[in-house]
């Protein structure tokens, strides 16, 4: 489904050119629930924001059911985004100016989904995450286990193929992250979406059903065991 | 509304202070292009109306030079047997209290004609039982319903009437059965009466004349024009009307280009504020991009949003502008009133397509201003969002290119003017390249100056250091308020500077020029009016005066010519001391003043430029005995009438336009002669006979330059508008500035900074950067008001102006920068101190 094949991306800070991917080649099944685990630098975000569509790689492919998203122009990226991904992140990136429901249905909306399916669909998925009592909250009122949980809800409510999470649990605390993290895989798994995950968490690498290790730019399969 | 859109623009609402800012520079900008609008179209308006509302269904007119059209003609041309309706008039102006009003005098029998016309309603308005009255009771006169209510007069009231320095005693006949705009300031009276009270006896002001459309009308028109003796014309009506309109033209578009200043200015603030609004959306924007929204749908919901902010502005420009055109029509009307023709503004308007242009150049501006930070926040990549590194990054770009954009600009201008001679609008194209390549050029300036004084100021001590270092990497915010502050300073020194050496200028020529004693005029409305006319027997009396040793007189009148139309003319008996008082500017003094004796012409330099003419050049005027083309002798400095003067020996005009008034005395005193003596007699032997207006030479110089502030009160009151919106502009970028390093000021504190220390730290930021914008615009300034005296008045008026550098121009335009740079810091040196610092440190 996804197929990731030789992708290079590198960042120039100042005189120096930062390899940052190096030749990475990888790939994930319908259903399937991946870790990618590095420290601090390793490149973890910037594999997610290639796979998306949000930056482009300076070589290598991405392929996505058979469809070269790294090939496409800009407009053709947004428009693959918009439909076949969806996107969780640390800080949750909820708008502050809309308040929860709308956060959740404007997805829909960009995807040409409008009024009562879009409520009754982004309602659905709010009940999903068990915030259907706070549809109409201000988000930042909310906990950040909250926030996140409504997230969660945004990245799903379109039915994407393909959900990324980067670092999902690195703003929570203890408690809301051991709520997380089944949550977000039994989302992903009851709608067959691949989740690909960038966390440096060991809990929820744990959780994935195969770990990548990105070291000095290049991703190696690790296993199960060692992600403790 | 769709959820993007509402993710993006419910943060103005959320940030009302902000949206206001915007909101206010746009409605000044706006507020200033309507109100000059509405008052030079109120005004132009008022004119036509008072026009129309005479002619009503005229076609023509047959019109004679200031001494006017023999009545035996009207006679021979009504018995004449042409398909045309004639009907005589005498017209001219008349005071009730300080009512400027038009007086105009009817045929009731001829009118009826006309529908539409003031003679036509006139006419209508005499009850058959009052013609007798008409015609036998003395002083009888008509005006509109409403008018008569402002003066509480009744048909039958008499109430006194000022013509010419006379008081007469009129009495309300009857009112005008319905009222049309432009009747307001209309007084109908019998002609007979108006040829006594305008001393135009056995002469009539025009005949107009219905001529019937097509074939038939041609070939009676062409059989009447054969039948005009020489110096009478016939002409379509609303020809005069254009021309005297045409005569203000200039002073309308400096008045528009002062209002296009304050728009421009008006932009920078709100590029500020939507620049601001768009850095503070970043992650929005990055967040709705990384969700799908297409750089596409972003750039529209913010140019929308831009639109929405331009269109909510010009509606209350709009209406802000309504408010200070009202005020601004007076000063109008009283500078169209010294300077070019008589109007009575009673009505106040703003035309449709005046509004269709404010709301036009709001949106614009806005749409303009938003153009770059939506451009650079919809198209950068979905992760960046709009970071402030990134942002600054550009910000250091765009100066450079600024600066090699300012060279260019500053380049064009000058080409520009080098490239055209004549041409008003190359000038003030040229003028705003020069302001904006001064906007360019300020960025660069305050990176440099900023980066110099931190690096001398690192040793002494470091929160010096930082505060200089912060300025200079800041110049997304810091570049745009020190453009708009450097941009307005330049425009306000410049004009200030115009100001003062126009001012000084003509101190100068008024003491040069004005050499008699005493002044003595006949008063009324409008310059070079015929009716105002001082009694020959009052004339006599003063000139023979005790104490009197030479006088000129002078004979003010408006002559048409062949080519230009309407041509201000002064026909001249000059005392021997008055010569020297003339500036020749082209002409060598003995030969001019001998051709002009001959009854050869002396024209001022503004007639010069106006008809392109040069000495030895001829001018064809329409005089009584028909054209005759003068020799233009000489050329001389004038500051009095932007239109232009020609002078005329007075011998001469007497012989061509056969009018031997005198408008205006000059009494010169003999040495041993105590003025104050001499001047009481003089009223004394005006006294009683004609109210005349005796100025000593001072008085006269104090109302000259009386009438000369006056002219550039709006010019002032433009000017200040421009300095509120540039501060306005200033203080929007350096809050916001301010605003967005919240965390980085709470730092300091948490670092140890007292709250007065940070309060400081800014105001000495936002000073440095008063400073800079300052240091910018003072050499560009006088380059402004270079441009502004030799390009654009020069082309404007035809006048020389020297210049003039007043220290005190300079000390204006200082106090405003820097005080508007530290109000600017007042409010986030506030904010700042009060911030909880452990929020402020948690908050990105």
């Not at chain 1, 945004?154 to 203890?174: I, K, M, S, W, Y």
């Not at chain 2, 770009?397 to 300012?406: G, H, I």
């Not at chain 2, 040793?549 to 001249?572: M, Q, T």
Request: one cysteine or more; glycine letters at 8%; charged letters at 20%.
């Amino acid at each position: 489904m996804l197929r990731i094949s030789d992708l290079s991306r590198s960042f120039r800070e100042g005189e120096r050119v930062h390899r940052v991917l190096d030749h990475v080649s990888a790939q994930i099944g319908a259903g399937e629930v991946v870790a990618i685990v590095g420290r601090s630098g390793s490149g973890k975000s910037t594999l997610l924001n290639l796979v998306s569509g949000i930056d482009r790689a300076d070589g290598g492919t991405i392929e996505f059911d058979g469809r070269v998203v790294s090939a496409l122009g800009e407009p053709e990226r947004t428009l693959f985004r918009r439909k076949h991904v969806g996107f969780v992140y640390q800080l949750f990136n909820l708008l502050p100016t809309l308040d929860v429901e709308e956060n959740v249905r404007l997805v829909l909306e960009l995807n040409g989904v409008r009024g009562a399916a879009a409520r009754a669909r982004s309602r659905t998925a709010l009940a999903e995450v068990g915030l259907g009592e706070r549809l109409h909250s201000r988000v930042d009122v909310l906990s950040g286990g909250e926030q996140q949980r409504v997230a969660i809800a945004r990245a799903l409510v379109h039915e994407p193929a393909l959900l990324l999470a980067d670092e999902p649990t690195g703003n929570l605390d203890q408690g809301s992250a051991r709520e997380i993290v089944p949550l977000l895989r039994a989302l992903a798994q009851r709608r067959s979406a691949a989740l690909l995950i960038a966390t440096h968490d060991p809990a929820l690498a744990r959780a994935a059903d195969r770990v990548l290790e990105l070291i000095d730019g290049r991703l190696q399969a690790r296993a199960l065991e060692e992600g403790s | 509304m769709r959820l993007s859109w509402a993710a993006v623009l419910r943060h103005l609402v959320r940030h009302p202070a902000q949206l206001l800012l915007a909101l206010v520079g746009l409605a000044l900008g706006v507020a200033t292009i309507a109100a000059v609008d509405m008052a030079t179209a109120s005004a132009a308006r008022a004119f036509e109306l008072s026009i129309d509302a005479v002619n009503g269904a005229a076609t023509h007119e047959i019109v004679a030079g200031p001494a006017g059209i023999d009545e035996r003609l009207y006679v021979a041309l009504a018995r004449a047997g042409l398909p045309i309706d004639f009907a005589p008039l005498v017209e001219g102006y008349a005071a009730i209290g300080d009512r400027s009003m038009q007086l105009v005098g009817i045929d009731p029998f001829a009118s009826p004609a006309f529908d539409g016309s003031a003679f036509a309603a006139g006419a209508a308005a005499v009850q058959p039982g009052e013609l007798a009255r008409w015609f036998t009771q003395e002083g009888t006169l008509m005006m509109a319903p409403g008018t008569a209510e402002q003066l509480h007069l009744e048909p039958g009231d008499s109430f006194a009437l000022e013509v010419s320095g006379r008081t007469r005693t009129a009495q309300l006949l009857a009112r005008l059965r319905a009222e049309r705009p432009g009747d307001e300031t209309l007084l109908l009276t019998d002609i007979a009466q108006a040829q006594e009270w305008l001393h135009l006896i056995g002469h009539l002001s025009r005949i107009a004349l219905r001529v019937p459309a097509g074939r038939d009308g041609e070939l009676a028109l062409a059989r009447l024009k054969e039948r005009l003796p020489a110096g009478v014309e016939v002409r379509a009506v609303g020809s005069r009307t254009r021309e005297n309109i045409d005569l203000a033209a200039t002073f309308t578009v400096n008045l528009q280009a002062m209002s296009l200043l304050a728009l421009l200015v008006g932009f920078f603030l709100i590029y500020s504020a939507v620049s601001f609004a768009v850095v503070q959306r970043r992650a929005t924007i990055g967040v709705l991009r990384a969700l799908g929204a297409t750089r596409r749908a972003l750039l529209a919901t913010l140019l929308g949003e831009a639109a929405l902010i331009g269109a909510v502005g010009a509606v209350l420009g709009v209406l802000l502008g309504a408010v200070i055109g009202h005020a601004l029509v007076r000063l109008v009307a009283g500078t169209i009133n010294d300077l070019y023709f008589v109007v009575a503004v009673s009505r106040v308007t703003l035309p449709a397509s005046s509004i269709l242009k404010a709301l036009a150049a709001g949106i614009g501006v806005a749409l303009i201003a938003a153009a770059i930070p939506a451009l650079e926040a919809a198209g950068s990549s979905p992760q960046l969002g709009l970071k402030r590194s990134v942002l600054e990054a550009r910000a250091v770009d765009a100066s450079r290119w600024l600066l090699l954009a300012s060279a260019l600009l500053g380049g064009a201008a000058l080409a520009i003017v080098a490239g055209s001679t004549r041409s008003l609008f190359a000038g003030f194209v040229a003028l705003f390249l020069l302001l904006l390549a001064v906007a360019a050029l300020a960025p660069a300036a305050l990176r440099a100056s900023a980066r110099a004084a931190a690096h001398l100021s690192a040793r002494a001590s470091p929160i010096a250091h930082l505060a200089l270092n912060d300025i200079a990497a800041s110049l997304s915010r810091t570049g745009v308020a020190v453009a708009a502050l450097s941009l307005a300073v330049c425009a306000m020194i410049g004009v200030a500077l115009m100001v003062d050496s126009f001012r000084e200028s003509l101190h100068d020529w008024l003491g040069r020029t004005l050499r008699a004693d005493f002044y003595v005029t006949a008063p009324g409305p409008g310059f070079a009016r015929p009716e105002r006319r001082i009694e020959p027997a009052v004339a006599a009396a003063l000139v023979t005066m005790p104490g009197i040793i030479a006088h000129s007189e002078s004979r003010r009148v408006r002559v048409e010519s062949a080519a230009f139309g309407p041509v201000s003319l002064d026909a001249l008996t000059l005392a021997p001391a008055s010569y020297a008082g003339f500036q020749l500017t082209a002409g060598n003094a003995a030969s001019v003043w001998s051709a002009y004796e001959r009854g050869a012409l002396v024209i001022s330099e503004p007639l010069a430029w106006r008809l392109g003419l040069a000495v030895g050049k001829e001018l064809t005027l329409i005089t009584a005995r028909g054209p005759h083309t003068f020799e233009v002798a000489g050329i001389y400095r004038e500051y009095g009438n932007d239109a232009g003067t020609a002078l005329l020996n007075r011998a001469a005009y007497a012989r061509w336009w056969q009018d031997d008034a005198v408008t205006a005395l000059g009494l010169y005193l003999a040495p041993a002669a105590q003025a104050g003596a001499v001047l009481a007699q003089l009223h004394a032997a005006a006294a009683g006979r004609q109210a005349l207006l005796i100025r000593s030479n001072a008085e006269v110089r104090a109302l000259s330059m009386s009438i000369f502030e006056r002219t550039f009160t709006i010019t002032r009151v433009l000017y200040w508008l421009t300095a509120g919106v540039a501060a306005l502009s200033l203080v929007s970028a350096l809050v916001a500035w301010e605003l967005e390093r919240a965390r980085e000021l709470a730092l300091l504190r948490s670092l140890g900074l007292t709250p007065r220390g940070v309060a400081l730290l800014i105001e000495a930021q936002t000073g440095f950067i008063g400073v800079v914008a300052l240091l910018t615009a003072l050499p560009a300034g006088v380059l402004t008001a270079l441009m502004l005296i030799d390009v654009v008045n020069r082309r404007a008026f035809g006048w020389q102006i020297d210049l003039h550098v007043d220290v005190q121009a300079f000390g204006t335009a200082a106090a405003v920068a820097l005080a508007a740079a530290l109000v600017a810091g007042l409010y986030p040196s506030w904010r700042s101190a009060r911030a909880p610092l452990a929020q402020a440190i948690r908050e990105e």
